[in-house]
T-cell receptor, first 115, second 113 residues
Framework: DTEVTQTPKHLVMGMTNKKSLKCEQHMGHRAMYWYKQKAKKPPELMFVYSYEKLSINESVPSRFSPECPNSSLLNLHLHALQPEDSALYLC??????????????FGPGTRLTVL | AQSVTQPDIHITVSEGASLELRCNYSYGATPYLFWYVQSPGQGLQLLLKYFSGDTLVQGIKGFEAEFKRSQSSFNLRKPSVHWSDAAEYFCAVGPQAGTALIFGKGTTLSVSS
């Protein structure tokens, strides 16, 4: 199984809502990533988890809260978002954050709209 | 600083015509290079990658890319484009272990009939 799955595919939320994005992989990868992507732009790295521990936080606002409950699962908890947070949120995984050949596998993304 | 440049923002080619998308990188050592494709509203799909060895790399969907160290380039090619190839294409560099992928700004490919 060489697939990264993400749920939901689409999410619409108000600025006072709390919601969560979910990402799952069963490739035995020990690194998982959250990216944010605006239209016609490349993905921007938000967080990196390595062996279920947060390794990188790219100065992301605290209204985004990542969680890695186990090696296969990655969540992104959302609270009090702003309309400018509307974007495609991509999850990715790779064998290991410190692997020399760090090929990342991407999920299909969650399209988030904040009203 | 490491960087990736995709000089062409938007390219239009006729169906059946050949395609070349350009990618230039700036990095001191041998980089690990990737080409990803993204259809509208979809995630990124890996087309091909270069880590070492043969500088001509074959990928999925009939794509190939050639690593040219002297030109710091990793251009993507396809001999005959299909309408389904219309998408956004990203070149990326994976500099070294424990550092983030560096993406180019992307090239939008349109295919005309």
């Amino acid at each position: 199984d060489t697939e990264v799955t993400q749920t939901p595919k689409h999410l619409v939320m108000g600025m006072t809502n709390k919601k969560s994005l979910k990402c799952e992989q069963h490739m035995g990868h020990r690194a998982m990533y959250w990216y944010k992507q605006k239209a016609k732009k490349p993905p921007e790295l938000m967080f990196v988890y390595s062996y279920e521990k947060l390794s990188i936080n790219e100065s992301v606002p605290s209204r985004f809260s990542p969680e890695c409950p186990n090696s296969s699962l990655l969540n992104l908890h959302l609270h009090a978002l702003q309309p400018e947070d509307s974007a495609l949120y991509l999850c990715a995984s790779s064998q290991a954050w410190t692997a020399i050949y760090n090929e990342q596998f991407f999920g299909p993304g969650t399209r988030l709209t904040v009203l | 600083a490491q960087s990736v440049t995709q000089p062409d923002i938007h390219i239009t080619v006729s169906e059946g015509a050949s395609l070349e998308l350009r990618c230039n990188y700036s990095y001191g050592a041998t980089p690990y290079l990737f080409w990803y494709v993204q259809s509208p509203g979809q995630g990124l799909q890996l087309l091909l990658k270069y880590f070492s060895g043969d500088t001509l790399v074959q990928g999925i969907k009939g794509f190939e890319a050639e690593f040219k160290r002297s030109q710091s380039s990793f251009n993507l090619r396809k001999p005959s484009v299909h309408w389904s190839d219309a998408a956004e294409y990203f070149c990326a560099v994976g500099p070294q272990a424990g550092t983030a992928l560096i993406f180019g700004k992307g090239t939008t490919l349109s295919v005309s009939s």
